[in-house]
């Protein structure tokens, strides 16, 4: 739906089915290998710079930080921001990527406060989205400040009950503390959730093998792959456990199978 401004410039408009899609696929991004692809993405690509929307802006730069580009994503987060989207969940997710990539880009303390300066942000902006909870949890993750990134994990669990992504990072947290039962219980409840979503499959997987329970976690790995067949990252998984358990030859197949997926990249 396009709107007409005084100095003829054309910009779109998305519907609110629209915004609630890009919503979704930027909380999903990461475990979206197709993510280009996808319509909404593929369609803000095509406008010409002067008449995106901040949906738009959101997504551009959601996908050049899924491809490295983190410059890029710099400047077209911050574009989106410029529009000032009324939409509070919209302009969350844009100081939300502003917050990861100053995390991205992060060589010195300084940055690392900026990025969950931008992760308050967008808490503040919209305080029912369970996102930025989970953000800011991974970067005490990464600080390893588990207590307070399983405090905040948790919290975004009970804010959104129904999203599996708090919940698999409450699970990953738990697997690295070496919490086995704790981290099956967050697992199975995600993927209860969202049985389709790879990433709890690789941990799920993880935490089979540290149980001994070989063939579960082939199924897990099998599950990531059927889910995400064209994630090279799947493949060599399996195939690494194969060679764990000895079968080099169904290794092998899988190894092969993921440089091809690289070479296609």
């Known amino acids: 739906m396009p709107q007409q401004f005084s100095n003829s410039t054309v910009r779109y408009v998305p519907t609110e089915a629209e915004q609630e899609e890009a919503v979704r696929l930027v909380m999903y991004a990461e475990h979206n290998a197709n993510f280009a692809a996808e319509i909404l993405v593929c369609a803000a690509a095509e406008r010409l710079p002067e008449a995106r929307s901040a949906v738009d802006y959101l997504l551009l730069s959601t996908d050049a930080w899924q491809d490295g580009r983190y410059e890029q994503s710099l400047r077209l987060a911050y574009a989106g921001i410029f529009l000032t989207p009324k939409n509070p969940r919209i302009l969350a997710c844009l100081e939300l990527r502003l917050g990861t990539l100053f995390a991205d880009l ?6 690392l406060e900026l990025a969950e300066g931008q ?4 808490q503040n902006i919209d305080k029912t989205f369970s996102l930025p909870l989970i953000f800011e949890g991974d970067v005490l993750f990464d600080n390893e400040d588990f207590d307070e990134a399983e405090a905040l994990y948790q919290r975004a669990a009970q804010l959104n009950p129904a999203d599996p992504l708090s919940l698999s990072s409450l699970g990953y947290l738990y697997l690295e503390q070496d919490r086995l039962t704790d981290a099956e219980q967050a697992f199975r409840k995600a993927q209860q959730l969202q049985p389709t979503l790879p990433i709890v499959h690789l941990h799920m997987a993880t935490l089979l093998q540290r149980q001994k ?3 579960e976690a082939v199924r897990e790995l099998q599950a990531a792959i059927e889910h995400q067949p064209e994630n090279p990252h799947h493949y060599r998984v399996l195939a690494d456990l194969f060679v764990d358990m000895g079968r080099r030859d169904e290794a092998d ?13």
């Not at 992060?106 to 940055?111: C, D, G």
């Not at 992760?119 to 967008?122: G, K, M, S, Y």
């Not at 197949?253 to 990249?265: I, T």
Request: proline share 0%; aromatic share 12%; hydrophobic share 40%.
């Open 119 to 122: 992760i308050l942000e967008a």
């Open 106 to 111: 992060a060589n010195e303390e300084r940055a």
């Open 213 to 215: 329970k070989w063939d």
């Open 253 to 265: 197949q899988y190894y092969e199978k993921a440089l091809s997926l690289n070479e296609k990249a």
